[in-house]
């Protein structure tokens, strides 16, 4: 199946450091998303890019989907202590009967902040 | 606009017994996902329903996990029986459309099998 290699595992920063992490597969996708996810709770989706060579930003939060299809990026700007969390990248392609979208998700970047 | 709920929250049971989770998605999104995210992984597919049908289970272990959507709302998934590796958080999300990625995820199920 689809695997996503997502780097690093963890990070620890200083508030107010930028911080960037990436996501890279040996498949296509044709969409990739950045998720969050609290202790406890569910992820949250960050940013969507739809588009080969899309750079969208969200607040503090600029994520690009790679020219090649096989990569994207998630940076965050400034970080505070609330952007604590692990950090998913996730890749949609079509599923091999063609009919429905599979979604894959990477392992995570575990992200500290300290105030 | 209410999110995805699910329940259990936690649920505690030894191995060899059974378990079911449930989950009501978001009003109105037709698709329906359940997940499995053991700890320090991230969230793996389990079933995929569009309304009442499956459209992807090729990840669920069938000798052992079933999931219905019986009126193309809410949803069940059952274990029987538990084994120790399906000790996870059994996530539950719901999308308006397909294609898109964009999934509204419940809080979770936290299995503990003994």
């Known amino acids: 199946g689809q695997q996503l290699n997502q780097s690093p595992q963890s990070m620890f920063i200083q508030e107010g450091e930028d911080v960037s992490m990436n996501c890279t597969s040996s498949s296509i996708f044709n969409t990739w998303l950045w998720y969050k996810q609290d202790p406890g709770e569910g992820p949250v989706l960050l940013i969507a890019l739809y588009k080969a060579g899309e750079l969208t930003s969200n607040g503090r939060l600029t994520a690009q989907f790679g020219i090649t299809r096989k990569d994207s990026f998630l940076n965050i700007s400034a970080s505070i202590p609330s952007d604590v969390g692990i950090y998913f990248c996730a890749g949609q392609a079509r599923g091999s009967g063609g009919s429905n979208y599979k979604l894959t998700f990477g392992k995570g970047t575990l992200l500290t902040v300290n105030p | 606009e209410a999110g995805v709920a699910q329940s259990p929250r936690y649920k505690i049971i030894e191995k060899r017994q059974s378990v079911a989770f449930w989950c009501n998605p978001i009003?109105?999104?037709?698709?329906l996902y359940w997940y499995q995210q053991i700890l320090g992984q991230g969230p793996k597919l389990l079933i995929q329903?569009?309304?009442?049908?499956?459209?992807?289970d090729s990840q669920l272990p069938k000798d052992r996990f079933s999931a219905e959507r019986l009126k193309g709302v809410d949803s069940t998934l059952k274990i029987q029986p538990a084994k120790l590796e399906d000790s996870a958080v059994y996530l539950c999300a719901s999308s308006l459309w397909t294609n898109t990625g964009e999934l509204f995820f419940g809080e979770g199920s936290r299995l503990t099998v003994l």
């Open positions: 329903f569009q309304n009442n049908g499956v459209v992807d």
């Open positions: 009003s109105g999104h037709a698709t």
